[in-house]
């Protein structure tokens, strides 16, 4: 599955670029995030609960950031499994400065789903995939929102 887009964020690229590092901020924005631990500066481990048509499972994972270039991208490298089967992928994003304290996200990225998760269909995966995407930028708004207006 391939997944590709961008989000506009009304911030500083550096304030954005910080929220990305933060797993409490990430662990509160993806939809099904059932704990979210950093291990190091580049590791974090995840429990996830994702319920995809008739199939619903927790997967357990690593999320790995590396090719860091603060605050201008970063690549993340994900896997995970659970009952339903197992999900491994890579995303690259670029945080790009508009100026004006906006700043714009863009990411690729490309992931294989196998198990029971992959009998449900390739459209239904990336319509639940599409809507995840937005849930977690929706509420990655209102966390910088909430932060921004701090400062």
Known sequence: MKVEGEHLFKAPREVVYEMFNDPDALG???PGMQKMVKID????????????????????????????????SVTLIIEGKGGAGFVKGVGYVKFEDLGDQ?????????????GTLAS??????????????????????KILEERWQKN
């Open 120 to 141: 449900v269909g390739q459209r239904m995966i990336d319509s639940v995939a599409k809507s995840m995407f937005k849930t977690v930028f929706e509420k990655l708004d």
């Open 102 to 114: 906006t700043t714009l996200l863009k990411y690729t990225g490309e992931a294989n789903i196998g």
């Open 41 to 72: 500066e580049s590791h974090y481990e995840a429990v996830l609960g994702i319920r995809v048509g008739p199939v619903s499972a927790n997967f357990s994972g690593n999320l790995t950031l590396t090719d860091e270039v603060p605050p201008e």
């Open 28 to 30: 509160a924005a993806v």
